[in-house]
């Protein structure tokens, strides 16, 4: 992991404080906290929540808190929940007037509410076409690595985007770190995804009380899992 740390370095170079979207469970957010941890004397873990307070998301946030004793988290709504309430997605409470707010939004409203300007996310080029597109279209400061790695203009970095999800796992093992969360075969791990029906699945064998909350935000979610189970019979 040495181009993160160098991307890491860098930053902290100019700040001591910095926010990182963290999604708690998944992989990337667990490696890039414990690089980030020795950098930062302040270091603003923000979870984004379709269901806020889930037992076996707060599992791991309760995890990271008592490690890194320099790091906080807040929860906020994921900006898809605003979509979803302005349509009243999956039988949600629907407000047709619901603002909508992207990832740079919210990044932006955090930013200036806790005055951190710099902001950090797990992104990497192998996650998808889409981000590779966006990592490497950003102008280096210093070293080919910045390519793919800081938008100063924007004040955001990717520490980890040049890296697979094999060298993160392999990170994740050697700094004997918490496992990341592996719902069914899709591997999500950002907040929840009430109408997949593998994220259900999984909550209903290893979490069943997050099932019920899952049910209570979105009651039609039920309804997928019983149709779902009568196919399957």
């Known amino acids: 992991m040495k181009e993160a740390i160098n991307v890491i370095r860098k930053i902290a170079a100019i700040t001591d404080k910095a926010v990182l979207f963290h999604s708690a469970t ?24 379709s269901v806020k307070d889930l037992d076996h998301v707060n599992k791991y946030i309760g995890w990271a808190q008592r490690r890194y004793k320099n790091a ?36 932006d409203i955090v930013r ?15 996650d998808s076409f889409k981000r590779r597109l966006m990592l490497r279209n950003y102008t280096p400061d210093k070293g080919d690595y910045d390519l793919q790695a800081i938008n100063y203009k924007s004040k955001k970095a ?18 004997g770190l918490i496992r990341p969360e592996k719902y069914g075969l899709i591997g999500q791990s950002n907040g ?23 049910y209570t935000v979105y009651p039609q979610a039920e309804r997928l899992m019983f149709n779902y189970k009568q196919k399957e019979k």
């Open 192 to 214: 929840c995804d009430p109408s997949n029906v593998e994220y259900l699945l999984w909550l209903e064998k290893n979490s069943p009380g997050d099932l019920q909350k899952v």
């Open 72 to 107: 906080r988290f807040i929860q906020i709504p994921h900006m898809a929940v605003y979509s979803e309430r302005r349509i009243g997605f999956l039988g949600c409470e629907q407000n047709p007037n619901q603002k909508l707010y992207s990832l740079s939004d919210l990044t």
């Open 158 to 175: 990717y520490p980890l985007s040049v890296y697979k999800n094999s060298d993160v796992l392999r990170y994740i093992e050697d700094n």
């Open 26 to 49: 998944g992989k990337d957010s667990i490696a890039l906290l414990h690089l980030m941890h020795s950098y930062f004397k302040e270091i603003l873990c923000v979870f984004m929540y």
């Open 112 to 126: 200036v509410r806790y005055n951190i300007p710099w902001a950090f996310f797990g992104f990497k080029m192998s």
